[in-house]
């Protein structure tokens, strides 16, 4: 069945309202999904239990951000020189296709993003690699960079360039300068955002997993590099199946069974906020229904990390026997918000105070504006800026009798008389530090994809075939369904007051009274409901109901003045459906 759970997954899908592709009426449009009443209500479901774990549990804060931010931003950035994939163009049907895709598809391969684009180019014609739309041979054909940001251009006639964010991370960066003043410049402080991010995706393919248009949820977690630690004592018991890039590597490499502590003493995962972060997922994963037996975290090889990332793990799930990504844990350093301060006008740091004032040398520079202006002339200022920066960084540049500025494209020779250079000794009270980020960055479409795709069930219940979805009663779009056995005035009053009762308990509620109840039953089963009450004759007599869980199909005669409560207890799983007492 594994094999073709997705096929049937996409059909249940689009039948039940979970997610279908946009703008059918018009032929639809590759990238883009339209997320239906089930699927809407699921992916809400989702974020707030991670907004509640990653975001009010740790007491970090949340912003929205726009989507749309000018040039500057990510010139800043890098993504407008970095952020791209590899596209190789077919020379017969002229279909673009992700050169590193096709390879990973036909090939023993697993990682060809991480390689370099000369040695794709080589692989493909080894392996006599084919267009996968037409089938001529590829080999040959130059595969180029593709940036996958969407351009758009904000305001009218000499419009400011700007780009859809291809990640939320870029919203909470640039407004670091003020966000660190609501955080009382104190480290460490998170921000997280949950939105969406565009990416211009040359082959978006199976469904929601790879789209142009997605959700991210995100935390940027700000810490001091020499003083902010984790508590780990809160995750070191945390079993995780790890697969580091040295077993990627080795010819008999795999997948490590330990625990975050045993793989941070060991020197497995190297950075403790990223073992802190990942002993968090691991549970938060499994609460949300994932299937722990089919998920892993797998660290990326040191080709395929992104420009900012000295170390990242992507938590992975497993859908029709391949492993994608659904999260990313990265140590950032200081990249984002060095590139930010360094192409803005704004100051990206945050003032520590030493426990005592220091009195430490410092080298200054004083410059003699009467001869830089003259020879400079409106470029004196950042010659002056070039020579803090150089006494700072390198006192011995200033021994001799002149001093080397690179400005522009030239060198320029100053004297170092005319500098005002010296070493001073200052007492200072503490200092500016740009602050390290951690980020766990997690994919909203991909976990709803996972999450459905991993409680997808077949069984046969009273001689029929029944497909049923094992959603977590946290996350399952509709909790309960309320039924009345039949068409009957009393029967559907009692009813609707029921659902009316529970709705205003804030559960999720369908009503359904079209069909057998055994239909109805199948129905609710399918979108994953974990619990439906019907109303019978004898509920009118003598206050009861009947309740049926979904995995098992059992049921029990339960009070109906006792529903609100009692159906509150079973999702906030403070209760077992099996141990409660029938009336």
């Not at 080999?139 to 758009?152: H, P, Q, Y």
């Not at 949950?194 to 997605?214: K, V």
């Not at 069909?515 to 004898?538: K, L």
Request: glycine share 8%.
């Amino acid at each position: 069945m594994s094999d073709r759970i997705s096929e049937k997954l996409t059909e249940l899908a689009k039948r039940r309202g979970y997610f279908f592709q946009s703008s059918g009426a018009y032929g639809g449009v590759g990238g883009f999904y339209t997320f239906g009443p089930q699927g809407a209500a699921l992916k809400g479901n989702v974020e707030d239990a991670w907004r509640d774990r990653f975001a009010i549990a740790e007491g970090h804060m949340e912003i929205d951000a726009p989507t749309i931010m000018p040039e500057p931003v990510f010139e800043a950035s890098g993504h407008l020189e970095t952020f791209d994939d590899m596209l190789v163009e077919c020379p017969e049907c002229e279909e673009s296709h992700r050169a590193d895709h096709i390879v990973e598809d036909e090939t023993e391969y697993e990682d060809a993003e991480s390689l370099p684009v000369p040695e794709v180019e080589e692989i493909i014609a080894e392996y006599e690699l084919v267009c996968p739309t037409c089938g001529a041979g590829l080999a040959g054909a130059a595969i180029e960079d593709f940036n996958l940001m969407f351009a758009t251009n904000i305001g009218p006639g000499d419009s400011q360039p700007g780009y859809l964010r291809p990640e939320t991370a870029q919203g909470i960066f640039v407004e670091f300068p003020r966000l660190k003043e609501y955080a009382r410049n104190t480290l460490p402080f998170g921000v997280t955002q949950i939105g969406r991010a565009y990416r211009n995706e040359i082959s978006p393919r199976r469904s929601i997993i790879r789209t142009r248009e997605f959700t991210q949820a995100e935390l940027e977690l700000f810490v001091d590099p020499e003083t902010s630690e984790p508590d780990l004592t809160l995750v070191e018991d945390v079993s995780v199946r790890l697969y580091p890039a040295t077993e990627q590597q080795a010819d008999d490499g795999s997948e490590v069974e330990t625990t975050i502590g045993d793989a941070v003493a060991d020197g497995t995962i190297a950075d403790p906020w990223i073992a802190y972060f990942l002993g968090i997922a691991q549970e938060w994963y499994a609460s949300v229904g994932v299937d722990t037996d089919r998920f892993r975290f797998r660290q990326h090889l040191a080709g395929e990390r992104s420009h900012y990332a000295s170390d990242c793990w992507d938590a992975e799930s497993e859908i029709d026997g391949n492993w994608i990504e659904i999260a990313g844990f990265a140590h950032r350093g200081d990249y984002d918000l060095s590139k930010h301060q360094e192409y803005s006008e704004e100051r990206f740091t945050v003032f520590q105070q030493y426990d005592e004032p220091k009195t430490v040398e410092r080298a200054v520079v004083d410059p003699d504006m009467s001869y830089l202006g003259p020879e400079f002339g409106g470029d004196a200022q950042a010659v002056v800026e070039e020579l803090e920066t150089l006494a700072g960084r390198d006192r011995a540049a200033f021994e001799g009798e002149t001093v080397d500025v690179e400005f522009g494209d030239e060198t320029h020779e100053i004297p170092v008389e005319k500098t005002g250079f010296a070493v001073e000794e200052q007492t200072e009270a503490g200092e500016h530090v740009v602050p390290h980020v951690i980020e766990p960055s997690f994919g909203v479409d991909r976990l709803v994809y996972t999450i459905l795709h991993h409680a997808y069930r077949e069984d046969e219940v009273a001689g029929e075939e029944r497909t049923y979805l094992d959603l977590e009663p946290e996350v399952a779009p509709t909790f309960v369904g309320v039924f009345p056995l039949q068409s009957d005035d009393d029967l559907e009053d009692e009813a609707e007051g029921i659902a009316a009762a529970l709705r205003a308990e804030g559960l999720s509620v369908t009503y359904d009274d079209s069909g057998n109840i055994g239909r109805r039953y199948r129905r609710q089963d399918e979108v994953g409901t974990p619990f439906c009450v019907t109303v019978d004759y004898e509920s009118l007599e003598d206050g009861g109901v009947t309740v049926r869980e979904r995995d098992t199909t059992d049921q029990k005669r339960l009070p109906i003045d006792d529903l609100p409560e009692t159906l509150s207890a079973l999702r906030a799983g403070e209760v077992a459906f099996e141990d409660l007492d029938e009336e």
